[in-house]
T-cell receptor, first 115, second 111 residues
Framework: KAGVTQTPRYLIKTRGQQVTLSCSPI?????VSWYQQTPGQGLQFLFE???????NKGNFPGRFSGRQFSNSRSEMNVSTLELGDSALYLC??????????????FGPGTRLLVL | DAKTTQPNSMESNEEEPVHLPCNHS???????IHWYRQLPSQGPEYVIH???SNVNNRMASLAIAEDRKSSTLILHRATLRDAAVYYC????????????FGGGTRVLVKP
């Protein structure tokens, strides 16, 4: 089975621009979660989608948004980029909606640099 | 979200066991204890999880205290490829697929 794939792997943008990142989950997985990783804040949960609906949301401003398509692929968008948005953005997929025992499978991430 | 406390770093010699402690004194009855690790330049990967009983898999063992307020991840024979940041995470079923990562423990394996 192919793992979680994320595109692009690297991205450079300037302040004020917007960016869209893509995530393809493992085949059959219907839950996709997004995380932001920075040296200062570590790994932080952004949001989770299941069956095209957002099920969980972290504490990020409205500039961060996402969506999920009928084939479970997901995109996240960051508008009006700020320098502090420079980070590694990780996508994870899971085969179930509920947490607890379920494990998540992470992609390699998209490294975003905002200049 | 219930919090976990881990040492910032640990060192081990190659082919020796590594015991990684995790304190989670505010754990609730429905929290599963998960361990993930993140190798350099990679996304996190699942290691092991448990609820009340000790667990073993091909990667590691998880020892859970009887009161569940602490747990220990055991790497039986560390290799250089085990050098990573190890995260202990409490995953509540009610929270959905939302993992709250702490700072983790950076493991250095010396040859």
């Amino acid at each position: 089975k192919a793992g979680v794939t994320q595109t692009p792997r690297y991205l450079i943008k300037t302040r004020g621009q917007q960016v869209t990142l893509s995530c393809s989950p493992i085949s059959g997985h219907r839950s996709v979660s997004w995380y932001q990783q920075t040296p200062g804040q570590g790994l932080q949960f952004l949001f989770e989608y299941f069956s095209e609906t957002q099920r969980n949301k972290g504490n990020f401003p409205g500039r961060f948004s996402g969506r999920q398509f009928s084939n479970s692929r997901s995109e996240m968008n960051v508008s009006t980029l700020e320098l502090g948005d420079s980070a590694l953005y990780l996508c994870a997929s899971s085969s179930k909606t509920s947490g607890g025992e379920e494990t998540q499978y992470f992609g390699p991430g998209t490294r975003l640099l905002v200049l | 979200d219930a919090k976990t406390t881990q040492p910032n770093s640990m060192e081990s010699n190659e082919e020796e066991p590594v015991h990684l402690p995790c304190n989670h004194s505010t754990i609730s009855g429905t929290d599963y204890i998960h361990w993930y690790r993140q190798l350099p330049s990679q996304g996190p990967e699942y290691v092991i999880h448990g609820l009340t009983s000790n667990v073993n898999n091909r990667m590691a063992s998880l020892a859970i205290a009887e009161d569940r307020k602490s747990s220990t991840l055991i790497l039986h024979r560390a290799t250089l490829r085990d050098a990573a940041v190890y995260y202990c995470i409490l995953n509540d079923k009610a929270a959905g697929n939302k993992l709250t990562f702490g700072g983790g423990t950076r493991v250095l394996v010396k040859p």
